[in-house]
């Protein structure tokens, strides 16, 4: 067999670091019960924003679908439905963020980013669960559940990325 | 542990059932709605059945002009053939003798608007059918009809018989029926100690206590649209009746034709979409709530705009409402603060 | 450059180096209560993002009022004289055939609406009443005697003047 060892580069040294560090966070979540199917603080979604003021956007989706994979992988639900949404959300989510990363960076910092991106984020999962996963009109009454909590730890997420871009200024 | 317990008395007042019996029948050529709370499930349907069946027997007496048996007409139909024929007096029952004194003072009150004899008119514009179809009208005849004056006061009443002067007035209690329907049934439902209930007959309402610890709420219909346009409490006794253009009525050639016929001009009025009157109990002596929420609004409807509001004094009403053909709204000044509008930014003038 | 495949094996996680998580990032400092002072909060918000904020606010308050107003009808009773005929969730598509006094009426039933789409009787006004979308609405086609109502959580009155 041929030696194929990989070339590994310093940008995928820290992508795979940072991956590691989401993905951990993401353990710690799944361990914490939720009151509400589908209500998290997301606290991994912190490590994408950061990533995303540090190292740009590329590195920070790379980062995001890394660890929606790994982490449903390790939690044993790779292709289930809580894999699909969680994909959805961070696919919509990162889409937001790509377009709310050109606003002023004078006037909307990392808590307009979170907030815009936790919006997103439950866009894309309840747009999956009402037109595939559960097709009742009753989940029209969730969606303002969901909208509280992504205002919310929208909010306290932003709160925490910016404290710690700046501590690392 | 003693907010297990409390979390578990919450969930469980959440369990019970209120108690309110609601029944919905086919009576009386129209949907009869009744609605009893705080009596058992057993005793209210058994209360509700003899009201509904009170309201057969009434059907039966009073039907305008469809023979209720194998060609037996019911008690009205047999005295409108009697006037017809200008026979001797007719010998009718105690209580459609007090029913057309009361009909009588009521026409004598609204200045001959509402006017229960003028079958032969409502029945020459195709309303007395079960279904309606556009018919162009007999112009000849309506004028003949409008010539001939049919009124109440043609009725002569002695010693429970009846006959009449004018042989063209033929009785129709179509806008006096539903009312006195409604006051029966409050009569028995007091007789039996019953506190709370809700009647209505055909639209018109009449409300008997409170729904539980707040009172009965009534919407009043939107005459375009399937919904309520404002909602309004009844208190107990009160009774809230609308005439409208939107129930009975037929197109023809882009104009509707309701069933609402002025009987000075013989054709049907056209400048109002509906009229509904709010009336508060009545002394005994005199018409009862149920009658004049029935009766009541057919005057203000078929009146013209400027002298609206002294059909509606005639008649002892202070609660009204008008929404007129340009879907204009106007309310009485005292009725304003009854109604809870249900879509937002409602324009209305309020009557003095 | 981005290679999926060389991702994957580097992220050999069975073998994962806790060195590389930069503990710093999570300090005891972090969680210093001294941290919940307002001051040293709101100095990380931005302008646009209390606008954000507040933005976010409105619309969470907009969706808790539109969705949550009850008003959203989740069933329609069908009644046929003084039955009730059956009740059908709003959130299905169906036809229903009903056999009246006068004959076959058919009810539609679409995502969160319902309305007499035929009926037997010449006047059709049950057929006129159009669409019914909010709990309390109701067609009645009286010589049939049939009657639809959209049942809700929160029905604005106890009976209908007409």
Redesign the interface.
Known sequence: MKNTHIQTTVDDHRIAKLAAFAIALHMVEAVIPSPLPGVKPGIANIVTLYVLYQYGFATAAWVSILRVFASSLLLGQFLSPTFILSLSGAVVSLAVLWLAMHLPKRYFGAVSLSILAAFGHIAGQLLLVRFWLIPHAGVAYLIPVFALAALFFGLINGLITAKLLYNKR | MRYLLLLLTILLTGCFKEPLYHSQSYVFGTLVDISIYGETDEHARFLANHILEDFQKLHHQLHAWKPVSQNKLSELGQLNAAFQQANSPTAISPALAAMLADATELSIKSNGLFNPAIGHLISTWGFQRDEFTAIAVDAAAVKNLVHAQPRMTDIVIKDNAAYSTNPTVKLDLGGYAKGYALDIAVAYLRKEHVKNALINIGGNIIALGKHGDSPWRVGVQHPRQPTAIATLALADGWAVGTSGDYQRYFMLNGKRYCHIIDPRTGYPVGHAQSVTVLVPPQPFNQSQAGVLSDVASKPIFIETPENRSKAAQALGIENFMVIDDKAHIFVSKNMVNKLNWLTPNVQFTTLP | M?NLP??L???N?TS?NPK???PK?FSPK?FNPK?FNPKL?TQ??????W???VA??F??LY??QT??SGE?A?KVQI?L??KIYATYS??QQREVHVHGKLGDAVIVIA??KARFSKSP???Q?CVH??W?S?A?????C??N?I?LELIGDAK???????
Request: hydrophobic content about 50%; proline content about 3%.
């Open positions: 981005f060389r991702y094996k580097l992220l996680l994962l590389l998580f930069n990032l972090l941290l909060i990380h918000v931005l302008f646009g993002d606008l954000v904020l976010g606010v619309c969470v969706l808790f969705l949550w959203h989740a009644r004289s003084d709003l959130n995502q969160g009787c010449t006047t006004y009443q159009g019914l909010h309390g609405q109701a067609a009645i009286l010589p005697q009657s604005p009155y106890d009976s209908l003047n007409y």
